[in-house]
């Protein structure tokens, strides 16, 4: 069993800054990647920031150059630094982890998901 927590999501103005942070825990060998996702409403979800276990990583076309995710010391554990936060910015947040239980088989796990609001 794996449990995936997100924080640190809330309300900003336009202009602001946010940091999200996402711990996985529980039967956990390794993990293959960790990364964030967002949906708005009446819009399908998709890839803001994903990180690797060899530190690539990559990044949706409209965070570019605003969003850094980045690995904790903690073990298992990633943020999303949200800098020059938009309107449009604003979604539910997901963490996702992506774990490897064999060198072939692998599952992946979703959090609950972090309110973010950018009001202009």
């Known amino acids: 069993q794996v449990q995936v927590v997100e924080s640190g999501g809330g309300l900003v103005q336009a202009g602001g800054s946010l940091r999200l942070s996402c711990a996985a825990s529980g039967s956990i060998s390794s993990i293959n990647a960790m990364g964030w996702y967002r949906q708005a409403p009446g819009k399908e979800r998709e890839l803001v920031a994903r990180?690797?276990?060899?530190?690539?990583?990559n990044y949706g076309d409209s965070v570019k150059g605003r969003f850094t995710i980045s690995r904790g010391s903690a073990k298992n554990t990633v943020y999303l630094q949200m800098n020059s936060l938009k309107p449009e910015d604003t979604a539910v947040y997901y963490c996702?982890?992506?774990?490897?239980?064999?060198?072939?088989?692998?599952?992946?796990?979703w959090g609950q998901g972090t309110q973010v609001t950018v009001s202009s």
């Open positions: 990180i690797t276990s060899s530190g690539s990583t």
């Open positions: 996702h982890v992506n774990v490897a239980f064999t060198a072939y088989l692998s599952n992946e796990y």
